[in-house]
């Protein structure tokens, strides 16, 4: 059987993954591709409760707690769904993953601290046994993307930081799209949700040879 493919997308508040995953899991169904979709964090039974925890805005833990907490509900995620899915030759389709926790742990909460970095690059190799086949980087100005964000009706603890906190997650987001750019693909999200859902598909042709 062949390994299922792993995909995952990444951004920062507001730029749309949650439509643009919808539209490429209709593709996949329409190529006959079985996927799974999931989140981070989350994805799994005790990693959703702990997704509940750290987005929480009522949750008051120091920077390590967060991360540790991050990582604990990934990595019950990469044993319960995520490999297991992939072994099945199931592809698997992720809203966020650990790009994520580089760039809003890594970069927006440490300001690209080398310390911190080390740390989280150290968690991954420990504790992360499958990356991305492909990532999907959907890039928009930060104050348009918060803009978008700020018309849910509420936002949780990491949408309620301030311009500041986002720029540098975008920052954190381009840096990783320098240094893995045969997996990290940039995709401008403006436009109408067709015209990014027609990038989004060419890039994953292009890179994952999807008819």
């Known amino acids: 059987m062949n390994q299922g493919r792993f995909i995952s997308f990444e951004g920062t508040e507001g730029v749309g993954k949650t439509t643009a995953i919808e539209q490429l899991c209709a593709r996949l169904h329409a190529s006959g591709i079985e996927y799974l979709r999931t989140r981070e964090p989350g994805g799994s039974p005790f990693a959703e409760r702990l997704r509940e925890i750290l987005l929480d805005p ?8 967060e991360l540790l907490l991050l990582f604990a509900a990934r990595c019950d995620h990469m044993q319960q769904v995520i ?6 030759g199931i592809w698997v389709i992720c809203d966020r993953f650990t ?5 809003y742990q890594g970069f927006g909460r440490a300001h690209g601290d080398a310390a911190m970095r080390a740390k989280i690059d150290g968690l991954i ?3 992360v046994q499958q990356l991305p086949d492909l990532t999907l980087w959907l890039d928009l100005p930060v104050l348009e993307g918060m803009a978008r964000a700020n018309k849910r009706s509420a936002a949780d603890r990491f949408e309620q930081q301030a311009t500041e906190f986002f720029t540098w997650v975008h920052q954190g987001f381009s840096t990783l ?25 060419q890039a994953v042709q292009d890179t994952l040879t999807v008819k």
């Open 58 to 65: 009522a949750t008051d833990i120091a920077d390590d707690t």
């Open 83 to 88: 490999l297991p899915a992939l072994e099945c």
């Open 99 to 103: 790009d994520s926790t580089i760039a």
């Open 125 to 127: 190799s420990q504790f």
């Open 177 to 201: 799209a320098i240094e893995h750019p045969t997996r990290i693909q940039r995709i401008d999200a403006s436009g109408t949700m067709d015209e990014v859902g027609a990038r989004i598909w």
